[in-house]
């Protein structure tokens, strides 16, 4: 499922040049690691039914504890006290995500933890898990999108990982444009099925583009996005 975040777009560069030492985002290293390589029993078992009864199937404790360990060691080495990892469960019941919470992630290791089936024993969760996110409220039937949606706004987020460094901070949301949403945008032509190109974009004046982008940027959140306004997320 990965191979669509890491073989695609600026994202997939950004993680594939980030394996190679010296570069300039070599600080991203994105790895994926699958609870069946770390299972003992000839079928790979990583499910279980359910105590109690009910439909589908659990994922167990130990083959994930058991991925965990190894993801530590591998980046840490067996008994290094000095790695630290986050470990987060993507999970609809947990804190929504939003560009804030990732702006303070990209400073941390963090290990996502993807469940499948009904969800991951409780045990697992409460031993292990740091802390719980979600992306939205609806239902997947992996936390893998989810963890995806989270790298790739991460990634985006690491300096010299787009193209283009500067376009970033203008995104939505962004702290330079005061956490408001984006303005709109327009290329050629200049004339498209009989509507035409904001003026002002054209006239080559760039202090009224400037104000014109910020004052359609809070057009734009307070019809769109009203809470947005007068509070800090
Ligand atoms: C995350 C994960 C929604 C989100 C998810 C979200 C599958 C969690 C499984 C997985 C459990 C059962 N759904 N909104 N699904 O971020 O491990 O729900």
Known sequence: MFFALTEHGV????????KLPGRANSNIDFRVWNPRD???????????RPYGGGPGMLMMAKPLATTIAAIR???????NNNYRAKVVYLSPQGRKVNQTLLGAALSENIILLCGRY???DQ????????????????????????????????VRLVPGSLGNSE??????????????????HY?????????AVPEV?????HGAIEQWRREQSLIATEIKRPDLLNKKD
């Open 11 to 18: 994202v997939g560069r950004a993680l594939s040049a980030g």
């Open 167 to 184: 376009s970033v901070n203008q995104d939505s949301f962004s702290e330079q444009i005061d956490g408001l949403l984006d303005c709109p």
């Open 118 to 120: 009904e969800g991951v």
């Open 187 to 195: 290329t050629r032509p200049e004339e498209y099925s009989g509507m």
């Open 38 to 48: 770390f299972t003992e029993d000839k079928h790979k078992t990583v499910d279980d």
């Open 123 to 154: 045990r697992l969760l409460d031993a292990e898990v740091d802390e719980e996110w979600s992306i939205g409220d609806y239902v997947l039937s992996g936390g893998e999108i989810a963890a995806m949606a989270v790298v790739d706004a991460l």
């Open 73 to 79: 060691e591998f980046r840490g080495g067996f008994d």
């Open 201 to 205: 974009l054209l006239s080559g004046d």
